[in-house]
């Protein structure tokens, strides 16, 4: 083979590489960027559910000793996140603070009720579990009423149902058109090898021997796609930890830990895949079927 030629098809083989790293690159920061979305919209979803509260008023002959073992054991509950407790006094003195005047001076007695405020798991906060607690602490005899928003519980439970289905459709698409991309690219490598997988088998090769350096070739190219696909989202997570620094994106090292091991998981198993059916496929045609 001339030296030329021989020079040219390692460019081209070269070239072949980078678009595929760099195909494999861009679909895996695409996907790393929709993952990012999943993992905090589901933090965001569980803060905005753990501000929600279920309000307990006690009636007025519960003792102070009453009221302390009763916090306790709701504060030992599976369902409560934190608990506040407002005293009847301290209850006058914010709502004469709101209104503007101190309304006992007319009043003559304070008819506001001792009130414990209770922060539910984000698990907890559904029209159905929230009705639930109602019911059992009704039947308390501490309790004189019980009090939340649930118009507000039903409204955010239906939207985040309905954006979370969304998020999961685009999700599913997002990485079946990912796969289909890296498999394309991958092929194409494949592609061009076609003739030297055809002689290979030619001479007695099994169809495992030939696949094996392909599928290691694929799978190589996938993580270094990977590797370069985390560094562009490291660098989109250091902007947005700076602008956002609430949603803590630098401090959530589950999540992090989560986005860096799936992204790489994903190209593993897709260049697997994808470069096992390509080189299965080649390995299946017939010598004249090469040429189309």
């Known amino acids: 083979m001339p030296p030329k030629f021989e020079s040219y098809q390692k460019r081209r083989l070269a070239s072949s590489y980078i678009s595929v790293v760099i195909s494999i690159a861009l679909v895996l ?95 907890f906060v559904t029209p159905e579990k929230m009705e639930a607690l109602e ?60 003739f030297n997988i055809k002689t290979m088998q030619m001479v007695g090769a099994t169809k495992s021997f030939i696949r094996r350096p392909f599928i290691w070739q694929g799978i190589k190219l996938g993580l270094f796609g990977a590797f370069l696909a985390l560094i562009g989202l490291a660098v989109v997570i250091y902007y947005l930890d700076k602008f956002a620094p609430s949603l803590g994106f630098l401090k959530d090292y589950i999540s992090l830990s989560y986005l860096g091991g799936g992204v790489l998981i994903a190209a593993f198993l897709i260049t697997w895949f994808s470069t096992f059916f390509a080189t299965q496929r080649f390995l299946n045609l017939q010598t004249e079927e090469l040429y189309y």
């Not at 407790?85 to 004469?96: E, G, I, L, N, P």
């Not at 954006?163 to 991309?181: C, E, N």
């Open 29 to 123: 920061f695409m996907v790393g960027i929709l993952g990012l979305v999943l993992l905090k919209s589901t933090l965001v979803t569980n803060r905005v559910k753990e501000k929600v509260a279920i309000t307990l008023f006690l009636k007025d002959n519960v003792s102070r000793k009453q009221i302390n073992k009763f916090k306790a054991s709701i504060a030992e509950e599976v369902y409560t996140k934190r608990i506040i407790y407002t005293s009847k006094k301290q209850a006058a003195k914010k709502y004469s603070k709101e209104i503007g005047e101190d309304f006992l001076t007319f009043l003559g007695e304070n008819p506001l009720k001792n009130g414990i405020d209770i922060f539910l798991k984000a698990d």
């Open 135 to 194: 019911t059992r602490f009704l039947k308390n005899a501490f309790v004189a009423d019980v009090s939340y928003d649930k118009p507000l519980i039903t409204l955010l439970t239906e939207n985040i149902q309905r954006i979370s289905f969304w998020l999961l459709v685009f999700s599913g698409f997002f990485a079946l058109v990912s796969i289909i991309l890296i498999n394309s690219a991958i092929r194409l490598t494949i592609y061009s090898k076609r």
